[in-house]
């Protein structure tokens, strides 16, 4: 057994297939049916508790609730239908008793209705019998039973007159009753002939007056059985009384107004004011009584139409099912077909002016179809849901509200939320939506072209995100978009996807048998399992991706690792559609066709041990864990998502060490924030406005009000002036009106005491006489007193023999004796009355009658008293024989019930198996339809076949030739060959001369550098030469001025000669300047003359290799024509060979005809159409043999181009 407990927490979905589906707990509290359980749903405070179903049920059928709202009848099938009754002030509620159909098979309770005194019930089975059923239900004891209905005449509602519970209404197709019960039996007290007549409701107004409505849109008023007035729902007023109504359904030209035909009024539900029905798609009407005892429409209420869910929003199409009022009368709630819940306030909509409004929603909107997608986020307490109601949901399972929910036009296959939770995926039949979940709105980002998306998934960190394209994976990152692998390998179609905790490997399995273990860094395939036998619907695996685990149509699930099944765990009876991992690594979740859950410990015990939930009605399809292993969600084909919590009883692995905080950020466009500022800013100016207005308005009445008050106050005190002076007046009357009345007291009290004296005296003379008759009747009771001690040893022997003969009879009917019981206390009542009435005239006659008469009547209560006793004492052992039998009964129940769990066993296989051949019946559907394709398609490939036999036996003639012709080619080729090796040499020597030069001119090149050098050198010697020549001129200039004075010019001449001249100097500069000057000159004629013969070579070079260039362009560029056509006939032929071994697989069953009649077919019209193909044809194919090792050598000849072009 496991340690953990899976509690039912919270559930989100209706049961919209089950009759009665809504009904008032209290005032706050509503019940409701939603997948096998039922809820006790709180409006204010928003929690839930559930009443679970019975285990291996095929679902309800039905509820009702007691008319004190302490019983619920909830109606269910199995092998046989039965009525469980429960009771709801207990937590958690009790089942009190389990009603049946006794010794009559009842497959299912249609309906069924509780008395007003919540003793008895009635319950209305269904086809084939269609018997009515009455319960005392505290006893478990049927009371009578009638048919009702048939085959054609199916019953819809059943109910107890709420003032007498043997008075019951049944209305049907075609049948309205009232039954009446009396001795054991249900008798019908009214008949009207109404069979032309679909009554879908109907409801008790009064004692006598029951109002029912048919599919056509009226209202028939029945008054003690008989039709009284009809009028329809879309009329304001009656129409017509019954007279007149009979009139006009007997004659063909009525003058009965037609009601709507979309009309159907489907439930009726009274209050103290009158009632409130259905009137067709999304409207209910409000019927007030008048003091006619009439019923006119007052108020009409309708389903609004929510645009917020989609464009197309059809939600005024609902039909509305069930409607039922709160017991204060504050709230209408009611259901519709489309599994919605909606409420209304009955005052509010009373206080309206307007003659329509609109309902609300009780709770949250509601799938209304199977839901066939889940995805849990991480980050943030969110869940997304997708349905075939072409709507997807996101949930909040923290505090169990519904954050956004959007319709869309077509329907969504698949559904995967972000870790982050601001960003979701949605698979429809031809797209793949990436959408932003912002504050109030899903909004589409970016589409991706995969079809008929039916998996979809997020990696655990959201950079990337897998989808599956029928039976290829495409992973994409979530950052850029891209495509970045494509995962190919399944044969079907892939039905589950897994992402491991690092997001390096991916686990997938299908309808082919396989399950393969992906790497997401390189798309290789890292492990598989492939059992063609089993078809794959669920894949799961460990926190450690070591261990995987699958679920297929064999009904077991496989535990896999390393490319091998470990071990097994079979279902024994149902087959599991998804299976989910804890976190923790502790637990594996598997989800059954039966619509329960089974939670197994791993690793896995040697026992096949589960512990198994029931929760859903229906297949559940889709399963997640949320990331702190706290909650379990699932979802089925109810329509219905149920939370689960999950409670670990040792204390290991639900519990994270560190509690997740959940994300509060969400996503808003910048034009939405816009928009919201500016209502914003002028909600609050006109706020301001407001407060200025009301400050006004307060101002203006205050003014008012104070001058009221002085007004008033004046008048209050002229009011309080007059009303003292009449005070004053009224005391002094008071005064004189009570000296009058205190002399007419004094004569009364003297008048009183003589009355006193005269009665007194009357008195006395009276009780002497009433004395002495006092004495006479106790004489005469001594003497009676006598004559009833002999009366009564009489009766006592007289007694005897009767109490022996009576225990006789009572031994012998039982019943019968009850019965007696019964009449002998009325009898003792009846005889108290007597006696009382005795007594008064005693009273008359005299007290000692009445004390005789006590005596003998209290005698006699005695002996009955004592044969009371003695009978009960006989019904003491009748009981214990009854219990001896009742426990012989409970072992046959006990060995019965143990064949019918073998037979629910079989049964779903049974069912198992029926749904295995639906499937494969549609697959051979499929596979007809696909052979039909193929035939056709083999027809038309066996005609071309034909044609292209004739074309084979022309193209081996062509063949041959062009093998001949392929020889010459041959030795064409070898000598282009041995060209090319020659020309490569040849090319080899000019790539040797070539780098000989680049060698001698870099050489050059340096010796340039030098030179250079040296020459900036010089010029830099002679510009400061010139700059001292400068100076010395300058000097000198000032000597010249000194020419007259001598001893000054020798002075100034002296110092220019120390400045400017030493005789080292002189010596080195003229040795230097020789020198350099003959090096210069030298070195200058030896660049001549190698620029000279260098520019001569280079010329004569350049000649020859443009020549060796334009030469070898030449034949470059006629070989790649060449090569370019050979190409181009290569595919050409390729491709018809492909073409014709192809068509000589397909005509192998063709081959014996004669070559005669082909060689015949190949010279008419068809075989000389292509004469020209069929010699390109042969052209190729011997340059294809002849010229198979030339591209290679082209190619490296083209290789050496760019090497001869520089």
């Given amino acids: 057994m496991s340690s953990v407990v899976a509690q039912s927490h919270y559930i989100f979905g209706v049961r919209s297939d089950v009759a009665n589906n809504l009904c008032f707990l209290d005032d706050q509290t509503v019940v409701y049916p939603a997948g096998n359980h039922c809820v006790c749903h709180n409006i204010d405070l928003k929690w839930q508790r559930f009443i679970p179903g019975k285990e291996k049920s095929s679902g309800m059928c039905a509820i009702a609730i007691s008319a004190n709202r302490r019983y619920l009848a909830v109606s269910e099938c199995a092998d046989e239908g039965t009525i469980s009754v429960y009771d709801l002030r207990e937590d958690p509620s009790r089942k009190r008793k389990v009603l049946g159909g006794g010794d009559v098979l009842v497959r299912q309770f249609v309906c069924m209705a509780f008395s007003t005194d919540s003793k008895y019930v009635i319950g209305q089975s269904g086809d084939p019998d269609w018997t009515l059923f009455y319960w005392m239900w505290e006893k ?24 007498n519970h043997t008075e019951i209404c049944v209305s049907g197709k075609g049948v309205f009753k009232l039954l009446h019960y009396f001795e054991g039996s249900l008798k019908q007290s009214s008949s009207p002939k109404l069979e032309s007549h679909n009554f879908l409701a109907h409801g008790w107004m009064s004692k006598t007056r029951v109002i029912a409505g048919t599919d056509a849109g009226s209202l028939m008023v029945f008054d003690s059985g008989d039709l009284r007035r009809e009028f329809s729902v879309t009329a304001s007023f009656p129409m017509q009384d019954a007279e007149s109504s009979v009139n006009g359904r007997k004659q063909k030209d009525s003058t009965l107004i037609e009601a709507d035909r979309d009309a159907r009024i489907t439930s009726i539900v009274a209050y103290s004011r009158g009632f409130a029905c259905s009137a067709g798609k999304g409207a209910v009407c409000l019927f007030e009584k008048t003091e006619e005892k009439d019923y006119i429409k007052t108020r009409e209420i309708l389903i609004p139409e929510d645009h917020s869910i989609s464009e197309f929003s059809q939600a005024k199409q609902q039909e509305i099912l069930t409607l039922c009022i709160s017991p204060s009368e504050e709230t209408l709630a009611a259901s519709t077909d489309s599994g919605q819940l909606y409420s209304i306030s009955l005052s509010s909509a009373e206080m309206c002016k307007e003659e329509q409004v609109h309902f609300e929603f009780l709770s949250h909107f509601f799938h209304s179809d199977a839901v066939t997608g889940l995805s849990v986020c991480s980050r943030k307490p969110l869940v997304a849901t997708c349905s075939v109601d072409c709507s997807v949901c996101i949930w909040n399972y923290e505090s169990n509200t519904l954050e956004l929910y959007k319709g869309f036009q077509e329907e969504p296959y698949s559904v995967a939320l972000h870790p982050l939770g601001i960003f979701m995926l949605t698979g429809f039949a031809d797209k793949l939506c990436f959408m932003n979940l912002l504050t109030d709105d899903i909004r589409t980002f970016k589409e991706f072209s995969v079809r008929g998306c039916r998996e979809c998934a997020f990696s ?20 850029t978009f891209e495509n970045t692998l494509s995962l190919k390998g399944h044969n079907g179609k892939v039905r589950s996807i897994i992402w491991s905790e690092d997001d390096s490997s991916l686990v997938s399995c299908g309808t082919d048998g396989a399950v393969y273990e992906w790497s997401t860094l390189s798309g290789k395939r890292l492990s598989e399992s492939v059992l063609k036998s089993c078809s794959y619907s669920c894949v799961t695996m460990c926190p450690d991706a070591k261990t995987v685990f699958a679920a297929g149509s064999d009904c077991s699930i ?9 071990r097994e765990i079979p279902t024994e009876d149902v087959l599991y559609t998804t299976i989910a991992m804890s976190h923790s690594g502790r637990l594996l979740f598997a989800g ?20 198994e939930y029931q929760g859903h009605a229906a297949p559940i399809t889709k399963m997640v864990i949320t990331s702190n292993d706290q909650m379990l969600l699932t979802v089925s084909e109810d329509g219905c998502l149920l939370i689960w919590k999950l409670i670990d009883k040792e204390g290991w692995g639900l519990k994270r060490d560190k509690e997740i905080h959940y994300a509060e950020e969400t996503l808003i466009t910048k034009l939405d924030l816009e928009e919201k500022n500016q209502a914003m800013l002028e909600l609050k100016t006109r706020v301001h406005e407001l407060q200025i207005e009301n400050e006004y308005h307060l101002r203006l009445k205050d003014m008012n009000y104070k001058e009221k008050t002085k007004e008033l106050t004046g008048k209050f005190v002229q009011q309080i002036e007059l009303l003292e002076t009449k005070n004053q007046v009224l005391r002094s009357e008071k005064d004189k009106q009570e000296l009058v009345h205190k002399e007419a007291m004094a004569e009364l009290a003297a008048r009183h005491s003589r009355e006193l004296q005269d009665a007194e005296s009357t008195n006395n003379q009276k009780l002497i006489l009433e004395y002495e008759k006092y004495q006479e009747l106790l004489l005469k009771s001594q003497r009676m007193e006598e004559d009833y001690e002999q009366k009564l040893q009489s009766l006592e022997k007289s007694k005897v023999q009767e109490l022996e003969e009576r225990t006789r009879f009572y031994g012998d009917q039982l019943q019968e004796s009850l019965l007696t019981l019964e009449q002998h206390q009325s009898d003792a009542g009846q005889k108290v009355l007597e006696l009382e009435e005795c007594n008064k005239q005693m009273e008359e006659d005299g007290e000692r009658e009445i004390q005789d008469l006590r005596l003998k009547y209290e005698r006699k209560l005695k002996d009955e008293k004592d044969t009371n006793l003695q009978l009960m004492g006989e019904i003491g052992v009748m009981r214990k024989k009854l219990i001896s039998v009742q426990q012989e009964t409970d072992r046959r129940n006990q060995d019965i019930n143990k064949m019918k769990q073998e037979e629910q066993k079989i049964l779903g296989v049974i069912k198992s198996l029926e749904k295995e051949i639906q499937g494969l019946r549609k697959e051979i559907q499929e596979r007809d339809e696909t052979i039909q394709d193929k035939e056709k398609r083999i027809f038309d490939l066996k005609k071309k076949n034909q044609e292209l036999e004739k074309f084979k ?14 020889e010459p080619r041959e030795n064409e080729i070898k000598e282009m060959k041995g060209q090319i090796r020659e020309m490569e040499g040849e090319l080899e020597q000019f790539q040797n001369q070539n780098t000989q030069l680049d060698l001698t001119i870099a050489d050059l090149k340096m010796k340039l550098k030098t030179s250079e050098t040296e020459t900036h050198r010089q010029i830099q010697k002679v510009r400061q030469l010139e700059t001292l020549v400068d100076r010395f001129k300058t000097d000198l200039h000032n000597c010249v001025g000194h020419i007259q004075e001598p001893r000054k010019l020798k002075d100034s001449i002296c110092k220019l000669y120390h400045r400017y001249v030493q005789q080292s100097d002189l010596v080195d500069i003229v040795a230097m300047d020789a020198d350099i000057e003959k090096e210069y000159s030298r070195q200058r004629e030896h660049m001549e003359r190698t620029m000279a013969s260098l520019q001569k070579k280079l010329a004569k070079e350049s000649e020859v290799h443009h020549a060796e260039h334009v030469k070898i362009m030449k034949e470059n560029v006629s070989l790649i024509r060449e090569i370019n056509q050979l190409r181009s006939e290569l595919r050409l032929v390729h491709a018809q060979l492909h073409e014709y071994k192809n068509q000589e697989n397909l005509s192998k069953n063709h081959r014996g005809r004669s070559y005669s009649g082909i060689a015949d077919g190949a010279t008419g019209p068809g075989g000389g159409a292509r004469p020209g193909l069929m010699e390109e044809s042969g052209t190729v194919i011997q340059l294809q043999h002849g010229r198979g090792s030339q591209p290679q050598t082209r190619r490296s000849r083209l290789t050496n181009l760019p090497a001869l072009s520089t």
């Fill in 140 to 163: 478990q004891r049927v009371m009578a039973t009638v048919k009702t209905g048939g085959v054609t005449n199916p019953i819809y509602q059943v109910s107890f007159n709420p003032e």
């Fill in 592 to 611: 059954t066709s039966a619509g329960t859950i089974r939670t197994i410990k791993y690793p896995l015990p040697v026992k096949n041990v589960w512990t």
């Fill in 558 to 566: 496989k535990e896999i690792q390393d490319c091998q099944i470990l």
């Fill in 953 to 966: 036996f022309v193209l081996d003639y062509k063949i041959k030739d062009l093998k001949k012709q392929i």
């Fill in 460 to 479: 655990h960190g959201g950079h990337m995100f897998a989808a599956v394209n029928g039976n290829i994976i495409l992973i994409y990152s979530s950052v």
